[in-house]
């Protein structure tokens, strides 16, 4: 965990007041079993918050109560710069530190002040958009990889995670091994995504993980962001998507398509069908069975 502070900590600014990450922090979190996404965000968090009051010291910020850490989150939900997960992601972080590293459990930061989460639909790209992104890529590696976010509903973060062995193509399935909360889930296998896949083997024969960078090891979530961003000028897309969009897209297609909400919530991996049944809010299905009441007047 000291190496990867210094990593992580190598472009920040460090003048003399500068206040870094106590190692106890990153500690108790590897040891408590966060993920390493979650450790690195809280690090950032953590981070944020302690040199944002840098002049008044670590010693001083251990101090704080209830008030100056509702007054600091209140300025982040006031610059409106920040999302409703970030604001809450910085809140639990510094809950960490204060509750299970300086054993401040007296201190009720229950009454820390959350903004209310915006109800926001998803956003969807339709078929001939995605159909018109995937053909924007000539490279088969980045074929591949935009294939199976949309594919089988995958997460970016999952698709640079997939091993070779993840591809059962005896099963028709793909492993995905701790995707969000750590949870392994089987999803679909397309059959025209399994045969761009065994060219792709062919043509790079990656040894472990099934995308590797340039230079081996795995490939990395800006680089498939960048890919992304790449295909969707070039098909001329301009709907407003991320790579996160193609999986909202997969979720929504299989419900246009008559799939059962249940099995959406399974290839998703979803805990709670609440998660899923948002997409009954953007689909098209069977909205054409329904007459409006203006065209029986």
């Avoid at 081996?216 to 969707?232: C, D, H, I, P, W």
């Amino acid at each position: 965990m000291s190496i990867l502070r210094r990593l992580w900590e190598q472009t920040y600014l460090k003048d003399t007041d500068y206040i870094t990450c106590p190692l106890p922090y990153l500690e108790k979190l590897y040891l408590l079993n966060y993920s390493l996404n979650t450790i690195r965000t809280y690090h950032s968090l953590l981070l944020r918050f302690f040199n944002g009051h840098r002049d008044k010291g670590l010693e001083a910020i251990n101090g704080f109560g209830t008030g100056e850490i509702n007054e600091y989150h209140r300025q982040m939900v006031q610059s409106q710069k920040y999302s409703f997960s970030l604001i809450n992601q910085s809140i639990n972080a510094i809950k960490f530190y204060f509750h299970r590293v300086l054993g401040r459990h007296t201190l009720d930061l229950s009454q820390v002040e959350r903004p209310e989460k915006p109800s926001r639909l998803p956003a969807v790209l339709s078929k001939e958009e995605v159909k018109r992104i995937l053909q924007a890529t000539d490279n088969l590696k980045h074929r591949c990889m935009l294939q199976l976010l949309y594919a089988g509903g995958l997460r970016i973060g999952e698709v640079i995670n997939l091993k070779i062995t993840d591809v059962q193509s005896g099963r028709n399935m793909l492993l995905i091994r701790g995707g969000k909360g750590k949870k392994d889930r089987t999803t679909l296998l397309s059959q025209k995504l399994l045969e761009s896949l065994r060219e792709y083997y062919k043509a790079y024969r990656p040894k472990i993980w099934l995308f590797e960078g340039q230079h081996g090891g795995q490939y990395t979530v800006e680089s498939l962001r960048n890919v992304f961003r790449a295909a969707k000028e070039k098909a001329g897309v301009r709907t407003k998507a991320t790579p996160h969009t193609l999986r909202h897209s997969f979720a929504t297609h299989l419900l246009e398509q008559g799939t059962d909400l249940r099995y959406i919530q399974t290839l998703l991996g979803h805990r709670s069908s609440k998660t899923t049944e948002i997409y009954t809010h953007v689909t098209s299905y069977a909205l054409d069975k329904i007459t409006s009441p203006l065209d029986n007047l």
